[in-house]
């Protein structure tokens, strides 16, 4: 089995006026192209080569020591570019906040907007490139963590239900240096019916 990158669901200038066309076309067709080429090439002949990545990153030291560096980068690259895909939506009908992870949400930060502040703040002092992240673990508690580069939630053993990319090849094109802007006009994408569909699935698990 080779890892292969997701179709999007929808076309590079769907996202539009939020996130660009163009910024679509290369995160999907080139990087995230590119982190499974090199994860490929990292497993291949080795006996994670029949392995689902889920499973390689949450057991990084059963990855040969030769290649675990580049097992956790490019296998975390594939993970969470796949996730942040399917979390976004031109569908408006989609990202209405509401289910069982906006109970959640609410019960834990007081609000959305304490929730969106919370996360923002975080996702802002990601000194250089990686991740924010809403996660859960297998009870449904939620949290708000960081991680660095292509580092996934999964390896420290927590659930990620949504996911923001913060490097800059992320946003660069429309929002140069503004990460502050370009994570306040993400939250209009979120396709919040796939992030409760996630996180209802944390707690069957």
Known sequence: MTFKVPELEYDYDALEPFIDAKTMEIHHD??????????????KGTELEGKEIEEILKNLDSIPKDIRQNVVNNGGGHFNHSLFWKIMTPDKSKRKFKGKVAEA???KFGSFEDFKEKFKDIALKRFGSGWAWLVSDKNG?????????????????????????????????KYQNKRDEYIDTWFNVINWEKVNEIYEGTMEN
Do not use: F, M, R
């Open 30 to 43: 080139k990087h995230h192209v590119g982190y499974v080429k090199k994860l490929n090439d990292a497993v």
């Open 105 to 107: 949400i609410n019960k």
């Open 141 to 173: 508690e939620i949290s708000i963590i960081s991680t660095a580069n292509q580092d996934c939630p999964l390896s420290v053993g927590a659930i990620p239900v949504l996911g923001l990319d913060v490097w800059e090849h992320a946003y660069y094109l």
